[in-house]
């Protein structure tokens, strides 16, 4: 198993920026796609960006150009840098790890955007 534990989340002005970090254990072999997630109240959890074991990166359009997925395979850790954040932003964020057909996820943290 592939266990996730996510760090950084908290409130934050509209406009700004947090960094989020997923330190990943446990049997990491053949993960095909690590990525974030992110479930508002009362919605559907949804994807924010992902990357292949290829090294591709894919991101949600309302995301696209403020959020930066990255990963450090040295460190066994994956990052989402966000930008210019919105009220909507406001959600839990969760960590995902892809492994034979079966979905990991952390415990989520909050990110909360207000004024």
């Known amino acids: 198993q592939v266990q996730l534990v996510e760090s950084g989340g908290g409130l934050v002005q509209p406009g700004g920026s947090l960094s989020l970090s997923c330190l990943f254990s446990?049997?990491?072999?053949?993960?095909?796609?690590v990525g974030w997630y992110r479930q508002a109240p009362g919605k559907q959890r949804e994807l924010v960006a992902s990357i292949s074991s290829y090294g591709g990166a894919n991101y949600a359009d309302s995301m696209f150009g403020r959020f930066t997925i990255s990963n450090d395979n040295t460190k066994n850790t994956v990052y989402l840098q966000m930008n210019s954040l919105k009220p909507e932003d406001t959600a839990v964020y969760y960590c995902n790890a892809h492994q034979l057909g079966v979905d990991y996820w952390g415990q989520g943290t909050q990110v909360t955007v207000s004024s």
């Open positions: 446990g049997r990491m072999l053949s993960i095909t796609a």
